[in-house]
């Protein structure tokens, strides 16, 4: 598309949301920036540029992006509370959690049906562990929209870190059968398992299913270790 229209800002977005969705964010922030450079007004492509310069974890870039959405008159609502949405998850990335309460709840105010924004809220509270304001959040998620697996992610983490094994392991459990490719409750769900000794072969199959969708993570691998462990499969492990 780009080769047969160069100029055409909409061929140099799409082009970035094929990079992102392989996760080459770099590329993706290139062709980004040279569709806002064809059409400053693409506040599409700006939103996505900010996301891809958080999965780079360039989080004062995005805000910078964020800002300039928010600023600019006559953005629809809908898109300005994206903008602040991304940013209170940039000022999360920063470590600055009170500047990312306020930027999520004005993107509240100006869309208060956003599920991730109440899990984001669930997010920065249970980082602070502060438990029973994280469950809140992650369980008004759900409310507005209960096909929300980050929140159920959330819920389970906040049981785990609470001592309720047998909800958490419930909660992993929902947020498989909702993203079927979520490779960090597959991990945490075999961990349960294989700590229990029980279920081991469904747990081989999670931490199977964990390391192929992460090949890199170490954590993954380590899981699969120790499921190995306590299936009497030494070898292996």
């Known amino acids: 598309l780009i080769d047969l229209t160069p100029k055409s800002a909409i061929g140099h977005y799409r ?46 870039k995005a805000i910078g992006e964020c800002e300039q959405i928010i600023a600019t008159q006559g953005t629809a609502p809908s898109q300005n509370a994206e903008a602040y949405y991304l940013a209170g998850v940039s000022y999360s990335g920063l470590g600055n959690y009170q500047k990312a309460l306020n930027q999520l709840q004005e993107a509240l105010k100006r869309d208060p049906n956003t599920a991730d924004s109440y899990v984001a809220i669930g997010n920065l509270y249970r980082q602070q562990k502060q438990f029973d304001s994280a469950m809140r959040y992650y369980q008004m998620a759900i409310g507005h929209n209960s096909n929300t697996a980050s929140a159920h992610q959330g819920l ?61 993570s170490p954590i993954f691998r380590d899981t699969l270790g120790w499921v190995y462990y306590k299936k009497g499969m030494y070898r292996e492990a």
Request: proline letters at 2%.
């Open 15 to 60: 082009l970035g949301l094929a990079y992102a969705g392989s996760k080459n964010y770099i590329q993706a922030i290139t062709v980004y920036k040279r569709a806002l450079q064809l059409d400053p007004t693409l506040t599409t492509a700006q939103l996505k540029l900010a996301n891809a310069y958080i999965a780079q974890e360039e989080y004062t």
């Open 156 to 216: 389970a983490s906040v049981y785990a870190l609470t001592g309720n094994t047998a909800q958490a392991i419930a909660e992993y459990n929902q947020v498989i059968t909702l993203n079927p490719n979520a490779a960090s409750a597959h991990n945490e769900l075999a961990w349960y398992y294989a700590t229990q000794g029980t279920n081991l072969d469904t747990a081989l199959e999670l931490a199977n299913k964990a390391v192929t969708l992460e090949t890199q």
